[in-house]
């Protein structure tokens, strides 16, 4: 009996950790794309099937992220939007906090014709935000 309770206390709580994504609002930073360093025009349709495309892929490399503890769920559930900006020159994905319960995710997704990097890169690129003080933080630059 206490094993049941348990089992299903431990799943329980790995649902909500990999839904601490799940709340997440992705927007796009418009003015990024339509002045980037491929010099490509996207079209609204295409730039909102990205979106979409983004907003699926971080929450579920988060989500994952959070189930095996590699990013607090409570330090995701804080965070309610994400602010997209292709970035020129940004050779590895970065999600860092910009403002209280915002983060900003930049990469070259206009050079990389609107393609979204892997989870684990995705994953990576979260150093910074999930731990300011740590090793990834330290040098300057890429």
Known sequence: ??????FVSLAATSAANGACADHWKV?????SFATNGAGRTFSGAELEAFRAKVQEQLKSAIGE???SGAVKAATAKD??????????GASD???YAS???????????????????PAKDIVAGAACW?????????SEGD
């Open 1 to 6: 009996m206490i094993a049941a309770v348990l």
């Open 27 to 31: 927007e796009l930073n418009a003015e």
């Open 65 to 67: 992220a959070c189930r």
């Open 79 to 88: 965070v309610h939007q994400v602010r997209v900006s292709s970035a020129s």
């Open 93 to 95: 994905p970065f999600l």
């Open 99 to 117: 403002a209280p319960g915002t983060l900003s995710f930049e990469w070259t997704f206009a050079e990389e014709n609107l393609a979204v990097p």
């Open 130 to 138: 999930t731990d300011p003080n740590g090793p990834a933080c330290a």
